[in-house]
């Protein structure tokens, strides 16, 4: 038996989607869950079609169709028995700005990376901020503010041109990718910021950081090391399209390679593999290259080393064995992606400027 969760957190109008009976949302309408078992099939349309049929033979109110709206929108999908997934919106309207507050009433303008802290604090790359999201979804601005690093002739050291990923060490510091005159930026909890290298770098695009404190970069196709001494060595050098990488607690290091539809795979000693993907775009679960994927852009790794890999509207999720299925379906619009250590993983929606959050819930 699978089951299907949807949680409504957000305001629907007439611009996001018609009410299920024909008419259109023109207000806000209540928060609410809609939770419906179904079996022999994985597919969302199949299911809602069932799922309206039902609440129409109970004549459900209009509040309980704006959440099967809600559910069309945003489905979530348990891959194993008696797994349940529940997708909602922790924080932004989905219109673009800066402002802080909880929940719908923050906003952001261009999302990049994400990182979680071991409070459950989210950190993100907001246009020349870094904004702190709270367990409650409370928004505020941690660092950066109006652009730029160098505006006008002069140099801001405390502000930000073009953060694009970030990372967190095991003390709470914070590491910003800034694309711009490549250099990696230092952010204490306190919210100091300073410059910790901002050389040998060429168009670098994605930061991971290890229990050692070794921060990896990626830029073209390798992947650099750098030392807490500020040491730089190539860790892996290969033709990768690479849109995300992430390191377990032993040490290894794996890739979203988004060119070649696969998931990469790179030992401590620089050893590297493909996980999953046969290099054929496609949505197909399986095991190894059995498996496709469709431009895989992010990853996050859970503590007993499950990956999970936004591909292009789904989450898949990729046990250490290879093992690859589809966790979520229709997740829009994501970019980076992140776990806390309750399990509950964080998506970036790009276009939509908000944080999603998907909670799995286990027996």
């Known amino acids: 038996m699978r089951v299907m969760v949807c949680k409504a957190v957000e305001e629907y109008d007439s611009r996001v989607m018609p009410i299920l009976s024909g008419r259109r949302l023109t207000q806000p309408y209540p928060t609410g869950v809609l939770q419906m078992s179904y079996e022999n099939s994985t597919r969302k349309q199949s299911f809602l079609s069932q799922a309206v049929r039902a609440m129409k033979s109970i004549k ?44 719908s009433a923050a906003r952001f303008s261009y999302l990049g990376g994400i990182a979680v802290d071991a409070e459950g604090n989210l950190y993100v790359t907001d246009n020349s901020r870094i904004r702190k999201i709270t367990p409650e979804g409370e928004v505020s601005t941690f660092a950066g503010g109006e652009c730029c690093y160098y505006d006008r002739g002069r140099i801001n050291p405390a502000r930000f041109t073009d953060p694009i990923d970030i990372a967190i060490d095991a003390t709470g510091n914070l590491y910003v990718l800034d694309q711009w005159k490549p250099k990696i930026r230092k952010v204490t909890p306190e919210g100091k910021v300073s410059i910790f290298v901002d050389d040998g770098f060429n168009d670098p695009n994605r930061i991971a950081i ?33 849109a995300a990488i992430a390191i377990d607690a032993a040490g290894n290091l794996y890739v979203s390679d988004y060119d070649n539809h696969r998931i990469r795979k790179v030992t401590p000693d620089g050893k590297a593999s493909t996980l999953a993907g046969s290099g054929k775009e496609g949505f197909v679960d399986g095991k190894g290259s059995a498996a496709r994927f469709n431009y895989p852009a992010g990853n996050a790794i859970d503590a007993v080393g499950n990956l999970y890999v936004p591909d292009n509207g789904r989450i898949r999720k990729i046990t250490p064995e290879g093992n690859v299925t589809t966790l979520a379906g229709n997740v829009k619009n994501h970019g980076s992606i992140a776990i806390d250590a309750e399990g509950n993983l964080y998506v970036v929606d790009t276009q939509n400027p908000r944080i999603r959050k998907i909670v799995i819930q286990r027996p």
């Open 60 to 103: 459900a109110g209009t509040a309980v169709l704006a959440v099967l709206a809600a559910c069309a929108s945003y489905p979530a999908l348990a891959q194993d028995d008696g797994e349940t997934v529940i997708v909602s919106t922790l924080a932004g309207s989905g219109k673009q700005g800066f402002a802080d507050g909880k929940g």
């Open 210 to 242: 290890d229990a050692e404190g070794n921060l990896y970069v990626s830029e073209g196709g390798r992947i650099r090391k750098i030392t807490p001494e500020k040491k730089f060595s190539t860790f892996v050098s290969a033709n990768y399209g690479i």
